[in-house]
């Protein structure tokens, strides 16, 4: 079983739409979890850090759930700049992430 | 915003070449990684690396690769003997070493084996 999975999509949608990527984790002992955005040939760069509680940074929100073992991210009112792969990163114990396949999202016009 | 910064961009080598990716972490960051892409592929972790020793490396950090922190500011990833397969995207990253902390990717050198 792969430590972090994602569906990889793609998910197409239109500008304006509401859209939601889950990734689920295999080891019930991780301690942290983060999204990541990549563009096409480009690093991956941190777009937020998922707490416990849940979090919310603009349009976007991101979501734990220790029970079922899964993340969230969900994007509100899509911009044509968020088409991207959306990674998961997991820290399940000591200094190792893992990284999910990521989810890709085309917003179209 | 402080970065992580990775020369080269681009490196072409013959394959059976050593090559040396070199990576300078974030100033005040204790945690170092270096990770793989292949093209479509996903990112794959190799070794991180803490007070100066590998702290954890995947199945795929073999004898052919090598880390090094040379002096106080660079972190360096030597692959030996490449092969054709070798050719990915590599990733370096570092983090602070308060607990939880993200880490933060360089822009990545494209190796290309020939």
């Known amino acids: 079983r792969k430590e972090v999975e994602q569906d990889p999509g793609p998910f197409n949608v239109p500008e304006g739409a509401t859209v939601a990527f889950n990734c689920t984790y295999s080891?019930?002992?991780?301690?942290?979890f983060f999204w990541y955005r990549q563009d096409c040939r480009k690093e991956p760069k941190l777009l937020m850090s998922?707490?416990?509680s849940g979090n919310e940074d603009g349009r976007f929100t991101a979501q734990l759930n220790r029970a079922s073992q899964y993340i969230s991210l969900l994007i509100r009112d899509s911009k044509l700049s968020d088409s991207a792969t959306y990674l998961c990163?997991?820290?399940?114990?000591?200094?190792?992430?893992?990284f999910g396949t990521g989810t890709s999202l085309t917003v179209i016009p | 915003e402080p970065e992580v910064t990775q020369t080269p961009s681009h490196q072409v080598t013959q394959m059976g070449q050593e090559v040396i990716l070199r990576c300078v972490p974030i100033?005040?960051?204790?945690?170092f990684y270096w990770y793989r892409q292949i093209l479509g592929q996903k990112v794959e972790f190799l070794v991180s690396?803490?007070?100066?020793?590998?702290?954890?490396k995947s199945e795929i950090f073999d004898d052919q690769f090598s880390v090094e922190r040379p002096d106080g500011s660079n972190f360096t990833l030597k692959i030996r003997s490449t092969k054709l397969e070798d050719s990915a995207m590599y990733f370096c990253?570092?983090?602070?070493?308060?607990?939880?902390?993200?880490?933060?990717f360089g822009d990545g050198t494209r190796l290309s084996i020939l």
């Open positions: 990253a570092s983090r602070e070493i308060r607990g939880n902390q993200p880490q933060h």
């Open positions: 998922v707490y416990s």
């Open positions: 990163a997991v820290n399940q114990y000591g200094n190792q992430f893992y």
């Open positions: 100033s005040n960051h204790l945690y």
């Open positions: 690396f803490y007070n100066n020793e590998i702290s954890e």
């Open positions: 080891n019930s002992a991780s301690q942290s």
